[in-house]
């Protein structure tokens, strides 16, 4: 089993997908979720599969089911604590809609295992944002001063004392190699970070890598100190580059006048207004 490390993918969750005619078309598919999830099991025995799925207790769990097994498997499986969704893959959907409307964990039958990938990545978008809310929850109830918040600001004030070196750059590269060492998309992109980091601003990096940008936010959002610390190199250089091209671009104007600069993040309606809701309370 491999287990894709990425700490932006959706943690201690788990793919199994049962598929006894697994080709290399399947193992392409199961790199492109390895993007996603946590873990991706995929199974061409059916014996394995159910071990798989019955000794799986600390993870949650996303199911991939061929039609044709759909209805002796599903019954065995349905019930279990971890089980958050089954998907059924079939050649004739609209034969097995109507087995499959019966239980109330099959989230959808497709004809092509993109559609569920599709799915997927928007299971991953939308606990993204429920990221946002409960960090918010978190933050609301734990910061209940404002001295609560130096703790935060003497590190902050620490790891930007820290004099930047390429020990530290190297350290990240090996880390971050170590996190997708089975996604070689992610590696080539390692390796561009790695030879070309220097010839680039670290603007540039935030905004072109979707990877390092991830890692960074949730580290920030999350208040994830060990996180921030390994990529401490790469938030020095960003404050650094922000502060000479605001003593550059604004030096006639005020220290009153503030320039904010927003990134989106997308959030329903609901966890907006609650976002609202506790604007005063942060």
Same mark, same amino acid.
């Given at each position: 089993?491999?287990?894709?490390?990425?700490?932006?993918?959706?943690?201690?969750?788990?793919?199994?997908?049962?598929?006894?005619?697994?080709?290399?078309?399947?193992?392409?598919?199961?790199?492109?979720?390895?993007?996603? +999830?946590?873990?991706?099991?995929?199974?061409?025995?059916?014996? $394995?599969?159910?071990?798989?799925?019955?000794?799986?207790?600390?993870?949650?769990?996303?199911?991939?089911?061929?039609?044709?097994?759909?209805?002796?498997?599903?019954?065995?499986?349905?019930?279990?604590?971890?089980?958050?969704?089954?998907?059924?893959?079939?050649?004739?959907?609209?034969?097995?809609?109507?087995?499959?409307?019966?239980?109330?964990?099959?989230?959808?039958?497709?004809?092509?295992?993109?559609?569920?990938?599709?799915?997927?990545?928007?299971?991953?978008?939308?606990?993204?944002?429920?990221?946002?809310?409960?960090?918010?929850?978190?933050?609301?109830?734990?910061?209940?001063?404002?001295?609560?918040?130096?703790?935060?600001?003497? $590190?902050?004030?620490?790891?930007?004392?820290?004099?930047?070196?390429?020990?530290?750059?190297?350290?990240?590269?090996?880390?971050?190699?170590?996190?997708?060492?089975?996604?070689?998309?992610?590696?080539?992109?390692?390796?561009?970070?790695?030879?070309?980091?220097?010839?680039?601003?670290?603007?540039?990096?935030?905004?072109?890598?979707?990877?390092?940008?991830?890692?960074?936010?949730?580290?920030?959002?999350?208040?994830?100190?060990?996180? +921030?610390?390994? +990529?401490?190199?790469?938030?020095?250089?960003?404050?650094?580059?922000?502060?000479?091209?605001?003593?550059?671009?604004?030096?006639?104007?005020?220290?009153?006048?503030? $320039?904010?600069?927003?990134?989106?993040?997308?959030?329903?309606?609901?966890?907006?207004?609650?976002?609202?809701?506790?604007?005063?309370?942060?």
């Amino acid at each position: 089993m491999r287990q894709h490390a990425n700490k932006t993918v959706t943690q201690n969750t788990l793919v199994v997908w049962l598929d006894d005619r697994a080709n290399n078309d399947q193992h392409h598919i199961v790199h492109k979720l390895e993007r996603l +999830m946590n873990q991706v099991q995929l199974c061409t025995d059916h014996n $394995f599969f159910l071990y798989q799925v019955n000794t799986t207790i600390n993870k949650e769990l996303f199911v991939i089911i061929p039609g044709y097994v759909g209805q002796y498997v599903v019954p065995m499986i349905h019930d279990k604590k971890h089980l958050n969704s089954i998907y059924i893959l079939c050649g004739d959907k609209a034969k097995h809609e109507k087995w499959a409307k019966q239980w109330a964990n099959i989230k959808g039958v497709f004809t092509d295992i993109s559609s569920i990938h599709e799915v997927l990545k928007e299971t991953v978008r939308q606990r993204e944002e429920n990221t946002v809310e409960i960090t918010l929850t978190k933050v609301t109830h734990r910061i209940s001063a404002e001295r609560d918040w130096e703790p935060l600001e003497n $590190f902050r004030e620490a790891l930007l004392a820290i004099e930047s070196n390429d020990e530290y750059f190297k350290d990240f590269i090996a880390h971050y190699r170590k996190e997708f060492v089975d996604d070689e998309h992610e590696l080539n992109n390692i390796r561009q970070l790695e030879y070309n980091y220097h010839n680039r601003s670290s603007v540039w990096w935030y905004m072109s890598s979707n990877s390092l940008y991830s890692m960074l936010d949730k580290a920030l959002r999350t208040v994830d100190v060990d996180a +921030m610390v390994n +990529m401490g190199f790469f938030l020095r250089d960003i404050h650094n580059q922000i502060q000479k091209l605001q003593l550059e671009q604004f030096s006639d104007q005020s220290a009153n006048d503030i $320039f904010k600069v927003y990134r989106g993040q997308g959030l329903s309606k609901e966890k907006l207004k609650r976002l609202i809701q506790n604007e005063k309370k942060v």
